[in-house]
Antibody
Framework: EVQLVESGGGLVKPGGSLRLSCAAS????????MNWVRQAPGKGLEWVSS????????YYADSVKGRFTISRDNAKNSLFLQMHSLRADDTAVYYC????????????WGQGALVTVSS | EIVLTQSPATLSLSPGESATLSCRAS??????LVWYQQKPGQPPRLLIY???IRATDIPARFSGSGSGTDFTLTISSLEPEDFAVYYC?????????FGQGTKVEIK
């Protein structure tokens, strides 16, 4: 059974940092692109960042570029999102997801980790 | 960046009625468009990928069509569990983007 479990969310002050983790299991982690998608309270979905299986390709939304860093540890089946210079508008539930690759018929999402940026 | 515009923002319908949701892209995304359903407190659930292919375990009442810049999600006969928010999402170009969502609510 595929599972994605996010951790590391919490309350942080503006300008602070936080590191989210996503523990993956039930599939061959090393063969999938992984994503972070966020959702501010009461708002829509916003794609944040993606990292290819071998880390060759990394992409960011303009809203987080230069402040967030996506990474993965394929030996530990883990995905990370290091967030710096956090702002109030970064407050959101952050979802980890396994990308939908060619030939696949579904993707997978974690339950999300809430990040609250407030003084 | 590719902007996805969904319409309408809200659709008020009764169970048994059909729903037609629209998603328009600001640039050609070919068939690299997916639809998600999201219910409160839950992550999104993939319904349709490649514009028209139903994902695993998705009922046949959900169908997608379109290519290029204009896409449609149709729910042929609404079941009580279909009342939710629906998002389109383009996977054609980076950065990936989502539409703002269409809420399908009970009339």
């Amino acid at each position: 059974e595929v599972q994605l479990v996010e951790s590391g969310g919490g309350l942080v002050k503006p300008g602070g940092s936080l590191r989210l983790s996503c523990a993956a299991s039930g599939f061959i982690f090393t063969t999938y692109t992984m994503n972070w998608v966020r959702q501010a309270p009461g708002k829509g979905l916003e794609w944040v960042s993606s990292i290819s299986s071998s880390t060759e390709y990394i992409y960011y939304a303009d809203s987080v570029k230069g402040r967030f860093t996506i990474s993965r540890d394929n030996a530990k089946n883990s995905l990370f999102l290091q967030m710096h210079s956090l702002r109030a508008d970064d407050t959101a539930v952050y979802y980890c997801s396994r990308d939908l690759r060619v030939g696949a018929t579904r993707d997978y999402w974690g339950q999300g980790a809430l990040v609250t940026v407030s003084s | 960046e590719i902007v996805l515009t969904q319409s309408p923002a809200t659709l008020s319908l009764s169970p048994g009625e059909s729903a037609t949701l629209s998603c328009r892209a600001s640039q050609n995304v070919y068939s690299h468009l997916v639809w998600y359903q999201q219910k409160p407190g839950q992550p999104p659930r993939l319904l349709i990928y490649d514009a028209s292919i139903r994902a695993t375990d998705i009922p046949a009442r959900f169908s997608g069509s379109g290519s290029g810049t204009d896409f449609t999600l149709t729910i042929s006969s609404l079941e009580p569990e279909d009342f939710a928010v629906y998002y389109c999402h383009q996977r054609s170009k980076w950065p990936r983007t989502f539409g703002q969502g269409t809420k399908v609510e009970i009339k």
